[in-house]
């Protein structure tokens, strides 16, 4: 949840391109009655007199999509970014034209490095603007195109010049891109793949200092920690996180991404108090900003408290409500985890047949985005709930399904070979395969010895090394 990228500023080269603040709140404005179909039509239109070029349309657009971002509205960024990746292609055709023109006219060689400087400054311009649709797609559950994009984004950045002046903006934008990279392969539920890209993100954060980028990768590793249900880290990560953007002062938007996060981790373990009271106060940020993405997520996790709390009538009319925010958001993940929400409670309301129409309707969600965890989650609360109604045809149905779901995707532990998930564990990880053990298993192979182990990963046969929960927490505090 929240805005990643709109921090990022592209440097150009025509430094006059900058929107203005007044100029600012005329786009907020725009933007906030112009109609989705031709948002991006009504905007160049207003400011067609000062943005006349495409450098400074790309930079209008950029600026909307900020603005976009810090509202939930990914549906009309995929559009903005769109075009921002046709006015980069408008200035490389015509950049390409004129250099031609230029080197048979003077035919020196001095004109090159000028050439390449202009070159970088475009490839970082629509680097950026892949990004953009790779995180926009990722909240609106496109993962593929998430990954297809965050890919494009990161072959843009493959070729700038390595003595190029604004390295540090192309450094931060292939952390970021990567960073994407991951997160779509967490929505497909690619978790080995995921935490491989987000290890990268913390050691490139390390590396140049980027102290945003190892914000939101912490948070991201939160998020696959809570999926397997490694308790220890999902905790760890989101309070790191919260403390490093307290400490740089972060704008309230990542902060309440951070507060968040923390609030489904505090949920997890049963301290449901504390996510309330986190809760609350990122709903009303959220409000105050007209997120309706955040609110949607708060207003999920109040549902999810009153449910564990056991006060299902409270827990009903939230869900529905968040329902019709993820809605609006077009966010389906969110959906899925409203019908899976909204199904446990009618279940505990022992609404068994309003149950299963909710677990139904979450199941064909969670096919259709392709998240095969939240599959494998549904088949799973399927089985016992057909059980528990004596639908024994069904309840065999859900639980080969769960197991062959489980299987293909290999989330078991390379020792003991139980699945990671069902229970509260704590998880290393073998390098450099990444396969995954539970720490206790690995304890009782070793002896209680740690770190390198002198022999094979039990799944691949790779020589391992491993990372200790608390070694791999370092490297985030670093």
């Known amino acids: 949840m ?30 906030l009655n112009s109609d989705k179909s031709t948002a991006v039509d009504d905007c160049l239109k207003l400011f067609a007199r000062k943005c ?87 909240n609106v559950s496109q993962y593929k195109k998430c990954i297809y994009y965050a890919e494009k984004s990161l072959s843009c950045l493959r070729d700038c010049s390595p003595n190029d002046e604004n390295k540090d903006i192309s450094e931060s934008l292939i952390g970021f891109s990567t960073l994407w990279r991951g997160k779509g392969s ?37 998020e696959l920690y809570l999926h397997l249900r490694d308790h220890e880290k999902a905790l760890f990560f989101p309070l790191k996180a919260l403390e490093i953007a307290n400490e740089k ?28 009271m986190i809760c609350e106060g990122s709903m009303q940020v959220a409000i105050d900003s007209s997120d309706r993405r955040v609110q949607a997520y708060a207003m999920l996790c109040f549902a999810d408290i009153h449910r564990m709390n056991r006060e299902h009538p409270r827990a009903i009319p939230r869900y529905d409500l968040a329902g019709s925010l993820m809605i609006e958001c077009d966010d389906r993940y969110g959906q899925v985890l409203v019908h899976v929400g909204r199904a446990k409670t009618l279940a505990k309301m022992k609404s068994y047949d309003e149950a299963l129409q909710q677990f139904a309707c979450g199941l064909e969600l969670a096919l259709l985005i392709e998240n095969k965890w939240m599959c494998v989650r549904v088949y799973g609360e399927l089985a016992v709930l057909h059980q ?91």
């Open 2 to 31: 929240g805005s990643y990228v709109s921090h990022l500023r592209v440097k150009l080269s025509e430094e006059n391109h900058k929107v203005s603040s007044y100029d600012k709140s005329k786009l907020q404005r725009l933007l």
């Open 52 to 138: 006349s070029t495409s450098h400074a349309q790309w930079r209008l657009l950029d600026e909307a999509v900020t603005i976009l971002e810090e509202r939930g509205k990914y549906r009309l960024i995929i559009a903005f970014a769109a075009k921002q990746i046709e006015l980069c292609n408008e200035i490389m055709s015509h950049k390409h034209k004129h250099h031609h023109r230029s080197d048979r006219k003077h035919n020196k060689h001095h004109h090159h490095n000028h050439h390449h400087d202009a070159d970088d400054d475009t490839k970082r311009m629509m680097a950026k603007s892949f990004l953009s649709l790779s995180q926009a797609n990722y």
């Open 186 to 222: 967490l929505g497909m539920s690619e978790f080995r793949d995921a935490l491989l890209h987000f290890e990268q993100c913390l050691s490139s954060s390390t590396r140049n200092g980027d102290w945003l980028l190892q914000v939101m990768t912490s948070l991201s590793l939160a």
């Open 249 to 276: 002062l972060a704008d309230t938007h990542v902060l309440t991404t951070c507060q968040l996060c923390l609030a489904e981790a505090y949920r997890k373990v049963g301290k449901n108090a504390e996510a309330m």
């Open 388 to 478: 528990r109604l004596s639908n024994i045809d069904q309840a065999k149905a859900a639980t080969l399904r769960y197991h062959q779901m489980l299987d293909d995707l290999g989330i078991f532990c390379a020792i003991c070979r139980q699945p990671f998930g069902e229970t509260s564990a704590q998880i290393e990880t073998i390098m450099p395969c990444s396969h995954f053990v539970h720490f206790k298993c690995l304890s009782e192979q070793r002896g209680g010895r740690s770190g390198h182990s002198g022999g094979s990963c039990q799944i691949c046969t790779t020589p391992t090394l491993t990372i200790s929960p608390r070694q791999h927490s370092s490297i985030a505090n670093s």
